[in-house]
């Protein structure tokens, strides 16, 4: 079968397609026929050799968290009534960017009907942390909301379900094109953080915030850190503009401001996976949709990483099998 392996740390062009072994479930085990794999901006860092810390592979290595897909074989010990139906899993260190994969059966999660096998997998990872988040974070009608890195995965999920909740949101994203994305979600006040003073724009437009969700991180989440009123709740869990945005611990006590930071989404397996299946029952329910801005077929791997690089992506971006 076909997959994509990493042959060494560097650019987009060290993913390289390779050929392996058929797998085979084996007891416990499920196999997935893969549709479509997720795409998360840290394989980008992972690849470049960044974050060793908390990710320590060394090449060869196979990229890639998670899938969606059908099952098509079971092992011993698992029901037989798994054949054929959709499902969303994780494969950790399995790779993800593969044809076929096999996973504990204890991994895999249905798709409710309705939902595509593409948002399925937009969800795996950012509906499990946008709908942790907001059990961390929870948000009440009238809370005023900032989502920096409105236009990407998670934080188009955000817009949406604090819409839901009832809270006024101001929703940050870089150009046009991401503004215009966010805006029919239904964001009450857009901003360009590419501009200066977009600052001033979201106190004018809001006064003090309730609540901060930064998926951008840093100068863009350091300065969305001084619009938290008293009292309220930052969270800085993105990277894409530098570190996360952690505030410094004596400014947040002295504000009487919660902080939320990555290590608190390190959710174990049981309660990863029933923040999933509540994300997929809203996109059943027709109250998120994933923001799904490109795909790429599983060869082109390499351009995928070089759109999260770039910056040109928009939403999620995935590969399709």
Same mark, same amino acid.
């Given at each position: 079968m076909r997959v994509i392996e990493v042959t060494a740390f560097g650019e987009p062009e060290v993913l390289a397609l390779t050929e392996?072994?058929?797998?085979?479930p084996g007891p416990g085990e499920v196999l997935v026929e893969v549709t479509v794999a997720d795409?998360?901006?840290?394989?980008?860092?992972?690849?470049?050799?960044?974050g060793g810390e908390w990710f320590p592979v060394r090449p060869p290595y196979r990229p890639g968290f998670g899938v969606a897909g059908t099952v098509g074989a079971v092992g011993a010990d698992v029901d037989p009534g798994w054949l054929g139906r959709r499902v969303v899993t994780s494969?950790?260190?399995?790779?993800?960017?593969?044809?076929?994969?096999?996973?504990?059966?204890?991994?895999i999660v249905p798709v409710p009907a309705?939902?595509? %096998?593409?948002?399925?997998?937009?969800?795996?990872?950012?509906?499990?942390t946008a709908?942790?988040?907001?059990?961390?974070?929870?948000?009440g009608a009238g809370d005023r909301v900032l989502?920096?890195?409105?236009?990407?995965?998670?934080?188009?999920?955000?817009?949406?379900?604090?819409?839901?909740?009832?809270?006024?949101?101001?929703?940050?994203?870089?150009?046009?094109?991401? %503004?215009?994305?966010?805006?029919?979600?239904?964001?009450d006040v857009l901003v360009d953080y590419s501009e200066p003073g977009w600052t001033d724009r979201v106190r004018s437009a809001t006064g003090d915030l309730h609540v901060v969700f930064d998926g951008a991180g840093g100068d863009y989440g350091r300065a969305a850190f001084d619009l938290v009123r008293s009292g309220g709740r930052f969270s800085a869990h993105g990277t894409p503009a530098g570190a996360f945005a952690v505030p410094d611990a004596d400014a947040a006590r002295s504000r009487a401001i919660t902080v939320t930071g990555i290590?608190? %989404?390190?959710?174990?397996?049981?309660?990863?996976?029933?923040?999933?299946?509540?994300?997929?029952?809203?996109?059943?329910?027709?109250?998120?949709?994933?923001?799904?801005?490109?795909?790429?077929?599983?060869?082109?791997?390499?351009?995928?990483?070089?759109?999260?690089?770039?910056r040109s992506a928009i939403g999620k971006t995935l590969l399709t099998v």
């Open positions: 392996a072994p058929e797998p085979a795409v998360l901006w840290v394989e980008t860092a992972i690849r470049r050799g960044e494969t950790d260190e399995r790779g993800g960017y593969l044809e076929r994969t096999v996973v504990p059966a204890d991994n309705g939902v595509p %096998l593409p948002d399925a997998a937009a969800l795996l990872h950012d509906g499990v709908f942790g988040l907001l059990d961390l974070v929870p948000v989502v920096t890195a409105a236009a990407g995965g998670l934080g188009a999920l955000l817009v949406q379900e604090v819409r839901a909740a009832g809270g006024f949101v101001v929703a940050a994203a870089r150009g046009a094109a991401k %503004l215009d994305a966010v805006r029919r979600l239904g964001a290590t608190d %989404l390190q959710f174990p397996p049981d309660r990863a996976r029933r923040y999933l299946r509540a994300a997929l029952d809203a996109a059943a329910a027709g109250r998120i949709r994933p923001l799904i801005g490109q795909t790429f077929p599983l060869h082109r791997a390499a351009d995928a990483h070089r759109a999260l690089e770039d």
